[in-house]
């Protein structure tokens, strides 16, 4: 059999790779695809050298380093060969769609199975009533940038090496100072754990307490990505009604007494997805239970700093005497999603058990962030920040809710929310969110539907409309599109 | 009862948080810990404006927030109480250590155990043979620094939003070609799915594959990190040998004619910890036992680039025909472990599946840095850092391996590695490492004992010797404690 070294063997001299390396490496391809079989003998250098129209050194060179690699031999006398020692390899039929196809049935049937996690939308619309994001647009980005910069050219090395999984001593000590100030949770260092954002901070927590089939309990309806993550986990979800007050905590105890609980997730501030605040009676009696019942309570208050009508309530982590509340957040809300820093705040044996585990997901957070932030609370321009941005979110709140209630009147129907960046809009049936979602969208609108919020109820018309990353002309915009879209009943 | 309300609660007029806030949340907190019953009536605002000593507006003030978060409610002609509505909270006994134990008992019962992993160790000494680390004095700071500054600065506000859990398409498409290129790793885009670094690399695989009770084959030795994420994600782990040549590959086949076999993991290029490479025989077999046993292998090639004898050795993903094969990496060994970018090469079904568990994990990558790297990739100054990075490890590997030989002769046994950044040095029996290590740390140098390797063998004596980290001036002092610690026989 006459081998086609010629065509096995492509190379190109402008690669910054170079020549000899090319060919080593495609003769070593040929070897593994079963093309050149073991005991096979290669032409000699100068024939090779011919053959590629290449330097006779450039073969010398190729050929030293498949032998160096053990994947030739030379045997006195009669060549160089392809290495006995090699098991053979059959090589595989030419790579067809079918083969392919084959191929990724054959491993999706030996992986883990996913599905039920849903890929996060992928917003690429011109104007969006999102989840809730903030306007990146208004992140302090001038001083994000001068503060890295800083610390990346000047930071003592150990600062851009390996550090320890809890996060930054220097930013978990300030920052338990401020949780203790501003949140009245009674914090030390050692309760903190920085995280890359809440979404890790709720996976770490559900991975420190849950065990497959745990029960946890969760409203109906909840924050999806918190559910996808329990499922995960292999947690049982079993729901419990919210109201206007919150949580209806009482149904929790009725569930404690069937069977044992370990865990209750609540966004107590601004409720996600209907942006309700969890009234004090049931903040107490949801305490009181935990105690009683020794379950964790998840507290997630993702968006504490947009708070609107009164001060921010109190988180419930403040009012924990017992060590059952995980409180967590991030600044991802405060400055930007890509600013990924959040936090775990517990009980020390909750987060030294999460810093183990931390150790063998991602080894460590990002700590230089970590001392940006921490400049940040120290000098005062995060609260500088979070001050403007207050201010700005509040006015889009009172402009969205204006401007919809007049335009949309009676096909729409919200609570104006008391914090956070979105709206919780019930829609007449005369307009099916899913229909009228894509309709807006081929206008450059996104709008989401709330069925993904549910598993229960099929009549559920109501979503999510982000105000605080859009400016009035854009928002006005929004609204327009969707005025138009909602013109006549969709059928 | 008289109620000591100077006592409850404190305040301090120079805080960044309103007087009002603070006693309104002083307040609060008396009412969770049950100081404070339900039905208390209040000071009138005149009265307690002069126990507490502050301006008669400001207690108003704080009843006015504490009336409309529904902790307290007026009765007409009768004043204001503590509203009845709240469920009693009986008070905790004064917090005692004791009381603290008891409580950090509770919460520890209930929460998952995961004690085997052992907190990374904390190098602070001055010298440090090390695992094997970067020295990330050479880290491109400046370039680092510029080309993220530069980005939080001018880019699209879309690049610091939220972004594809996959990592930025611009960078995977990039290093997808980079990949073939330079390691003929067939790849585009979507074979790509980014990471913090080689060790979520190594969980995100693991959990993707890994059913509790799965087995996963790795060597004894083998590289810590990565035993501990498989126990954690259920496996059990099987050990099979590892020589000069890397592991024994015929003892897998013994294993899979018993049991099922869930995965192998290798470190191919330079094996963790004892620095040899699986010679081209054993890489064509496993490859060709994971075909016909359908297994998955985790090939972790965490310092590709620092290979010193001849050039790199294809990675066995180079090889792979049939998608079984998981290819892992990370610039952290390249750049500094505080630029967390590793990332994870594979068949497009897994990368899917591990998109997902990204998505419940931390959500997504830091695109930022990913284009500071894309950057670096097309202009070539990675390249040329790495050119120079490899020439520095080379000498150091040099110097380093010289001095050992010289200054500590026959107590000390190793192979100079042909890559890496670590020596596998054994130690005669005289110089057990456990006692040596503590003895030199307290002359401030790390070294440290390679039986937190094994489980199997209690008496190997070697450890990891990194020697990338140090300067020759620095290695000089190191080598000058250790000899002086080696003087004589350890009892």
Redesign the interface.
């Known amino acids: 059999m006459k081998i086609p070294y010629k065509i096995l063997i492509p190379f190109d001299k402008s690669?910054?790779?170079p020549v000899y390396?090319q060919i080593?490496?495609a003769i070593?391809?040929s070897?593994?695809?079963g093309i050149l079989q073991p005991g096979v003998k290669l032409p000699g250098t100068r024939q090779m050298a011919e053959l590629l129209a290449v330097h006779r050194k450039t073969i010398i060179a190729a050929y030293d380093?498949l032998l160096?690699?053990?994947?030739l031999e030379i045997i006195p006398q009669k060549g160089t060969f392809i290495?006995e020692?090699?098991?053979v390899?059959k090589p595989?039929a030419l790579t067809t769609q079918t083969h392919r196809d084959t191929?990724?049935q054959?491993?999706?049937n030996?992986?883990?199975?996913?599905?039920f996690?849903y890929?996060?939308p992928?917003?690429t619309h011109k104007l969006a009533f999102n989840d809730g994001?903030p306007d990146?647009?208004l992140?302090p980005?001038?001083e994000?940038?001068?503060l890295?910069?800083?610390y990346?050219?000047y930071a003592d090395?150990a600062?851009?090496?390996?550090?320890?999984?809890k996060g930054a001593i220097r930013f978990r000590t300030l920052f338990a100072k401020y949780l203790s100030?501003?949140r009245?949770i009674r914090a030390m260092a050692d309760n903190i754990i920085t995280?890359?954002?809440s979404?890790?901070g709720?996976?770490l927590a559900g991975?420190?307490?849950?065990?497959p089939n745990d029960v946890a309990i969760v409203g109906e309806l909840n924050y999806r990505?918190a559910n996808?993550?329990f499922r995960?986990l292999g947690a049982e979800l079993v729901t419990i009604p919210v109201d206007e007050d919150g949580l209806q905590i009482d149904a929790i105890e009725t569930i404690c007494q069937q069977k044992p609980v370990?865990m209750v997730y609540v966004t107590s501030h601004h409720y996600h997805p209907t942006t309700v605040t969890l009234?004090?009676?049931r903040r107490?009696?949801l305490?009181?239970l935990a105690e009683k019942y020794?379950f964790?309570i998840i507290e997630d208050d993702y968006d504490y700093d947009y708070h609107y009508?009164?001060?921010p309530?109190?988180p419930l982590a403040?009012?924990d005497?017992?060590?059952?509340v995980i409180y967590l957040g991030s600044f991802s809300k405060q400055i930007?999603?890509?600013?990924?820093v959040g936090y775990v705040a517990a009980?020390?044996?909750?987060i030294d058990?999460m810093?183990?585990?931390r150790?063998?997901?991602?080894?460590?957070n990002?700590?230089?962030l970590e001392f940006c932030l921490a400049d940040m609370l120290e000098n005062?321009d995060l609260?500088r920040y979070a001050t403007k941005a207050l201010k700005v979110y509040r006015e889009r709140r009172d402009f969205t809710c204006d401007l919809l209630k007049k335009q949309l009147g009676e096909n729409i129907d919200f609570r104006i929310p008391d914090g956070g960046m979105a709206i919780w809009a019930n829609f007449t049936p005369d307009f099916p969110l899913k229909t009228l979602s894509e309709k807006v969208a081929k206008q450059g609108l996104y709008l989401s539907d709330g069925q993904i919020f549910t598993q229960e109820n099929p009549t559920l018309n109501a979503c999510r409309m982000g105000f605080a990353s859009m400016n009035f002309k854009e928002t006005e915009d929004a609204v327009r599109i969707l005025k138009k879209a909602m013109a006549s009943k969709i059928p």
Chains 1, 2 share one sequence.
């Open positions: 690669s910054a790779l390396i080593s490496s070593i391809k070897i593994q695809d380093e160096s690699q053990n994947w290495t020692k090699l098991p390899v595989l191929i990724n054959t491993l999706q030996k992986l883990n199975k996913h599905s996690i890929p996060p992928n917003i994001l990146v647009r992140a980005r001038e994000w940038a001068r890295y910069a800083h990346i050219r090395p600062l851009i090496g390996y550090t320890d999984p100030e501003t009245g995280t890359r954002g979404q890790m709720i996976y991975l420190t307490i849950l065990q990505a996808l993550t995960q370990k009234k004090p009676e107490l009696k305490l009181t020794q964790f009508s009164n001060a309530i109190l403040s009012a005497r017992t060590g059952w930007a999603p890509a600013f990924r009980n020390e044996t909750i058990e810093a183990r585990l150790r063998v997901i991602d080894r460590q990002d700590t230089v005062g609260k």
